[in-house]
């Protein structure tokens, strides 16, 4: 079975600073993982995924990722926080030992707020 | 513009009255999923769909049915919907599985009084 750990429900930050959301996965295969956001009263949109390829992933919007498998971490961090990333975001993990239901298990959300 | 349509996006009925929740994609996607979304639960899947005639359960397929009848759609029905059916609704479509990522609806919030 697969499944997602994201530390922290709640996380804010300063305008300009740093963002840093946790996500830990956990899989019995090669995973592929996934950043979502979520606007208010959106559907999510897909921010970046990794997919065995380079372990440092860039996004939209700034945002970056780095898979470490050694850890099972794929935490998402962007430089300098603006106040448009205020959001909830989303850590997925897909695995691709079930063909035909490769389906995404999705971390419970990190609430970002940023702060003026 | 590449999609995923659901309707209605908000939705307000009483305990036991049939209700359908469409989707539809132009995506020509082989692969479709519903969710629902809960505080502090994130999403969970209800069914998914692999291709046209071809559904299966996710992890929380009580109360709820599918269909897959055309590629581009993939109704959801509650048949006798209950206040636990209370929950923000996704609809999402992919190439083929999870693997390429999902392309989600705008979502519809359902209200079971």
């Known amino acids: 079975a697969q499944s997602v750990t994201q530390l922290g429900s709640h996380v804010s930050v300063s305008e300009g600073a740093l963002v840093l959301l946790r996500c830990n996965y956990s899989?019995?295969?090669?995973?592929?993982l996934f950043w979502y956001v979520q606007y208010p009263n959106q559907g999510l949109q897909l921010l970046l995924k990794?997919?065995?390829?380079?372990?440092l992933v860039k996004g939209i919007n700034g945002f970056e990722a780095e898979f470490k498998k050694s850890e099972t971490s794929f935490h998402l961090t962007k430089p300098s926080a603006h106040m448009s990333d205020a959001a909830e975001y989303f850590c997925?993990?897909?695995?691709?030992?079930?063909?035909?239901?490769?389906?995404?298990?999705f971390g419970t959300g990190t609430r970002l707020t940023i702060i003026p | 513009e590449a999609q995923v349509t659901q309707n209605p996006r908000y939705l307000i009925t009483v305990t036991g009255k049939k209700l359908t929740v469409t989707c539809s994609q132009n995506?020509?996607?082989?692969?479709m999923s519903w969710y629902r979304q809960d505080p502090g639960l994130g999403l969970r899947q209800i069914y998914y769909?692999?291709?046209?005639?071809?559904?299966d359960k996710g992890d929380v397929p009580e109360g709820y049915k599918v269909s897959r009848k055309e590629k581009r759609n993939f109704p959801l029905i509650l048949e006798s919907p209950s206040p636990n059916q209370t929950s923000l609704y996704f609809c999402?479509?992919?190439?083929?599985?999870?693997?390429?990522?999902?392309?989600f609806g705008s979502g519809t919030r359902l209200t079971v009084v």
């Open positions: 899989s019995s295969v090669p995973p592929y």
């Open positions: 997925a993990v897909s695995g691709n030992f079930n063909f035909g239901n490769e389906k995404l298990t």
């Open positions: 995506m020509n996607h082989e692969y």
């Open positions: 769909s692999m291709n046209v005639e071809v559904t």
């Open positions: 999402a479509s992919s190439p083929r599985g999870g693997n390429y990522g999902y392309t």
């Open positions: 990794y997919t065995s390829a380079a372990t």
